[in-house]
């Protein structure tokens, strides 16, 4: 994505992942991760509209997706799927062996999306988000998977 696109994504991020919440992911916090060297910031364009994205910031020995949003209208179609198996990709090529994220634990359709994906269940973080509300960690063990074949 480009600088800007940060905008649109910020809002999708306050519409569709953080509603109810605080608004941290302004554009300006979009941006860094756009121009940082360790995030990977990818959309997914469906009939010319910027329709989801994935947010994913890579460290020497995990990988975490910070963010990921598909708009309604388009889901269930796979591109939520694509957006992560495509930032997973890069993880794996990187030879980071696992990647982690933190979903709002009243948010059932993410989590089983996650699990579909080959994610599990790790903790539960109470009072996650600003002291409001409880977040799952959810881990994903890519060299397990590839080992496994
Ligand atoms: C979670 C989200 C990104 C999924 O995007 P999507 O493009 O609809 O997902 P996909 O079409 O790739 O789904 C792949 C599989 O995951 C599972 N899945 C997806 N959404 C699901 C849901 N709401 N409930 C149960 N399973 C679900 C299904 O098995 C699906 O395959 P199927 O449609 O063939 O049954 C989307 O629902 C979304 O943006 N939600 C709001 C924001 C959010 O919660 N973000 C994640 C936390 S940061």
């Known amino acids: 994505m480009r600088r800007g696109d940060a905008q649109r994504i910020a809002r999708m991020s306050r519409d569709l992942v953080e509603h ?3 608004w941290t992911w302004t554009a300006q916090r979009v941006t ?11 959309g997914a364009w469906y009939e010319e509209r910027l329709v989801g994205f994935a947010i ?16 309604p209208a ?19 090529a990187g030879g980071i062996p696992v990647v982690n994220l933190e979903v ?31 977040a799952i960690r959810m881990n994903h063990d890519l060299w397990q998977e590839s080992a496994s074949g």
């Open 104 to 134: 709002r634990a009243n948010n059932p359709g993410a989590q089983a999306f996650y699990r579909r994906l080959g994610y599990r269940q790790g903790e539960h973080l109470p009072g996650y988000y600003q002291g409001r509300e409880a």
């Open 32 to 42: 860094t991760h756009i121009r940082g060297r360790d995030s990977n910031v990818l």
């Open 20 to 22: 109810g919440l605080p």
């Open 74 to 92: 388009v889901r269930r179609l796979g591109i939520g799927q694509r957006l992560v198996e495509w930032q997973e990709q890069v993880a794996r």
């Open 56 to 71: 994913m910031q890579f460290y020497a020995e995990r990988a975490h997706l910070n963010l990921l949003a598909v708009q």
